[in-house]
């Protein structure tokens, strides 16, 4: 079957709704809600035998800020302006500022949504850095808050909200109480249904669906809109090679199956037009321990290339523009532990920075220069060339030394897509001229929303961004 069959070619449809959601993760069913809530009919079409996608499958970290409750029952300072400052020094010019000044000017009622929906949420603040708390507190600094160039942007303030008590299995608890609530809202739910198909009227206005049930096409009427919420491509072998050829071999695709780009393609079939395409997160996971940040990153010349107190998206960022993606951590042994979450190799030791050298097979004298001079500046409080914070500056002169070897096509980072449908916040996909296909919206990883590029991105912005304007997509479609 074609992606788009025209209206002409359909005597009756099979079934009828409103508003016809695709996809029960994330970002489909925060639309599901909000498009029964007020007052549409709702069907939803999941592919896989049950929801929850790629949003069960995660952390749950919800990266907001503003002067959540959460924030303000902890004593922690954040006001949207400053929300905002940080959100635009990570996304520059490539962000959205309408998306981004609805985010930030909305997070707050935002949380009070999720604890609404029975997600509970823990007064607890943990201070520490990792990837997510394993405390069972519910707030935490996740991105680049508290590093360099972002300090100089706005006051670094905590803002990854995780359902209390969860460590990473946040997402089955917030996807438990989500779903529940669709349910509940009495959302026609669908499993086993793939979306395979938009049906397009003579004036382009999509009016319904095709999806695949029980080996059969089905025929869907949505006389208020399809809302494409099918997540992100990066199962998508034949996308990934088009649009991420440098990742396409090197990474540990991170997401759930159906992560296949269908919202996307479909999308761009009935007209739309897609952005960001080039754009990935790309993890790697430099911490815990902690301790590891006093270590440096170094290339294969021996050169520094970041500062080591980013958020691992960041860190991958850089990573991937090294030379062949080869890079190490140089560490003395006050410092050494191995990363929690990633295989690395040790790749040379010695009890001077010039033996660590010559093993590596490092041109002479690049690395001993790059210690030399990171030391001198370290033992002053001060890293002159990347500007690490001083509570991770400390000369690394306690032999012996070792290099450890993160190359990424040894430790495959995990990645995910940042591309996809241009819509407006409101999740009304637009053509290439910038008009919108009446009748189509989308939300969630198959559209660019908040977060464009690993160098800016911090856990919690996809959450965040697919249930927030998955709920702006899902009222949207209801008042077409
Ligand atoms: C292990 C892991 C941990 C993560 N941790 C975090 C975190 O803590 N915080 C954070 O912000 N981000 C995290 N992320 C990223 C984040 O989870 C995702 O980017 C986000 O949840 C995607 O939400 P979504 O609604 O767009 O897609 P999903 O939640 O994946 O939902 C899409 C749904 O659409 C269905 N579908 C696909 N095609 C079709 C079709 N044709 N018809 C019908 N249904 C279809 C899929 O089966 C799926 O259920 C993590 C990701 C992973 C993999």
């Given at each position: 079957?074609?992606?788009?069959?025209?209206?002409?070619?359909?005597?009756?449809?099979?079934?009828?709704?409103?508003?016809?959601v695709?996809g029960f993760g994330?970002a489909g069913a925060?639309a599901a809600?909000?498009?029964?809530?007020?007052?549409?009919?709702?069907?939803?079409?999941?592919?896989?035998?049950?929801?929850?996608?790629?949003?069960?499958?995660?952390?749950?970290?919800?990266?907001?800020?503003?002067?959540?409750?959460?924030?303000?029952?902890?004593?922690?300072?954040?006001?949207?302006?400053?929300?905002?400052?940080?959100?635009?020094?990570?996304?520059?010019?490539?962000?959205?500022?309408?998306?981004?000044?609805?985010?930030?000017?909305?997070?707050?009622?935002?949380?009070?949504?999720?604890?609404?929906?029975?997600?509970?949420?823990?007064?607890?603040?943990?201070?520490?850095?990792?990837?997510?708390?394993?405390?069972?507190?519910?707030?935490?600094?996740?991105?680049?808050?508290?590093?360099?160039?972002?300090?100089?942007?706005?006051?670094?303030?905590?803002?990854?909200?995780?359902?209390?008590?969860?460590?990473?299995?946040?997402?089955?608890?917030?996807?438990?109480?989500?779903?529940?609530?669709?349910?509940?809202?009495?959302?026609?739910?669908?499993?086993?249904?793939?979306?395979?198909?938009?049906?397009?009227?003579?004036?382009?206005?999509?009016?319904?669906?095709?999806?695949?049930?029980?080996?059969?096409?089905?025929?869907?009427?949505?006389?208020?809109?399809?809302?494409?919420c099918?997540?992100?491509?990066?199962?998508?072998?034949?996308?990934?090679?088009?649009?991420?050829?440098?990742?396409?071999?090197?990474?540990?695709?991170?997401?759930?199956?159906?992560?296949?780009?269908?919202?996307?393609?479909?999308?761009?079939?009935?007209?739309?037009?897609?952005?960001?395409?080039?754009?990935?997160?790309?993890?790697?996971?430099?911490?815990?321990?902690?301790?590891?940040?006093?270590?440096?990153?170094?290339?294969?010349?021996?050169?520094?290339?970041?500062?080591?107190?980013?958020?691992?998206?960041?860190?991958?960022?850089?990573?991937?523009?090294?030379?062949?993606?080869?890079?190490?951590?140089?560490?003395?042994?006050?410092?050494?532990?191995?990363?929690?979450?990633?295989?690395?190799?040790?790749?040379?030791?010695?009890?001077?920075?010039?033996?660590?050298?010559?093993?590596?097979?490092?041109?002479?004298?690049?690395?001993?220069?790059?210690?030399?001079?990171?030391?001198?500046?370290?033992?002053?409080?001060?890293?002159?060339?990347?500007?690490?914070?001083?509570?991770?500056?400390?000369?690394?002169?306690?032999?012996?030394?070792?290099?450890?070897?993160?190359?990424?096509?040894?430790?495959?980072?995990?990645?995910?897509?940042?591309?996809?449908?241009?819509?407006?916040?409101?999740?009304?996909?637009?053509?290439?001229?910038?008009?919108?296909?009446?009748?189509?919206?989308?939300?969630?990883?198959?559209?660019?929303?908040?977060?464009?590029?690993?160098?800016?991105?911090?856990?919690?912005?996809?959450?965040?961004?697919?249930?927030?304007?998955?709920?702006?997509?899902?009222?949207?479609?209801?008042?077409?």
């Amino acid at each position: 079957m074609s992606d788009i069959v025209p209206l002409r070619d359909i005597p009756e449809f099979d079934l009828a709704t409103d508003v016809l959601v695709a996809g029960f993760g994330g970002a489909g069913a925060s639309a599901a809600l909000e498009a029964r809530r007020a007052g549409a009919e709702v069907m939803v079409l999941e592919s896989s035998s049950g929801g929850g996608g790629s949003t069960q499958m995660s952390a749950c970290e919800m990266y907001l800020g503003g002067g959540t409750a959460l924030q303000h029952d902890l004593g922690i300072e954040d006001s949207v302006d400053n929300f905002y400052r940080y959100l635009k020094a990570c996304f520059g010019d490539n962000c959205d500022e309408e998306r981004l000044k609805l985010f930030c000017e909305g997070a707050v009622e935002h949380f009070d949504w999720a604890e609404s929906l029975g997600v509970p949420y823990k007064r607890g603040f943990f201070s520490g850095r990792d990837v997510v708390a394993m405390t069972g507190d519910s707030l935490q600094y996740t991105g680049n808050e508290r590093a360099w160039p972002f300090t100089e942007t706005a006051a670094a303030a905590p803002r990854g909200h995780l359902p209390a008590d969860a460590d990473h299995s946040g997402g089955l608890v917030f996807m438990g109480h989500l779903m529940e609530r669709v349910r509940e809202s009495g959302a026609d739910i669908r499993c086993d249904a793939r979306l395979t198909a938009l049906v397009q009227d003579d004036q382009g206005r999509v009016v319904g669906a095709i999806a695949r049930i029980d080996n059969r096409d089905v025929s869907i009427a949505a006389t208020r809109g399809v809302v494409l919420c099918t997540g992100g491509f990066i199962m998508n072998e034949t996308m990934t090679r088009k649009y991420l050829p440098d990742l396409d071999s090197i990474a540990t695709r991170h997401g759930n199956p159906g992560d296949r780009g269908d919202g996307i393609r479909l999308g761009q079939a009935a007209g739309g037009n897609v952005i960001n395409m080039g754009e990935a997160f790309v993890g790697i996971a430099h911490y815990p321990p902690p301790q590891l940040t006093y270590g440096i990153f170094v290339n294969e010349q021996g050169q520094r290339f970041v500062n080591e107190d980013v958020y691992l998206a960041r860190l991958g960022h850089y990573a991937v523009q090294q030379t062949g993606g080869r890079v190490y951590m140089f560490i003395d042994n006050r410092h050494f532990e191995r990363p929690a979450y990633l295989e690395v190799d040790i790749v040379a030791v010695g009890e001077s920075v010039a033996e660590v050298e010559s093993e590596a097979g490092f041109p002479e004298g690049a690395l001993q220069h790059t210690v030399e001079f990171y030391n001198r500046h370290a033992a002053k409080g001060e890293d002159p060339l990347f500007h690490k914070a001083k509570d991770w500056l400390m000369p690394l002169d306690c032999a012996p030394f070792a290099l450890v070897s993160y190359a990424l096509d040894q430790i495959r980072p995990p990645v995910f897509t940042l591309g996809g449908l241009e819509v407006r916040p409101t999740g009304e996909v637009l053509r290439p001229d910038g008009s919108e296909i009446s009748g189509l919206y989308g939300a969630g990883r198959t559209v660019a929303g908040i977060p464009r590029t690993s160098a800016g991105y911090a856990s919690g912005m996809s959450v965040a961004d697919v249930t927030f304007f998955g709920r702006l997509a899902g009222r949207q479609a209801a008042a077409n």
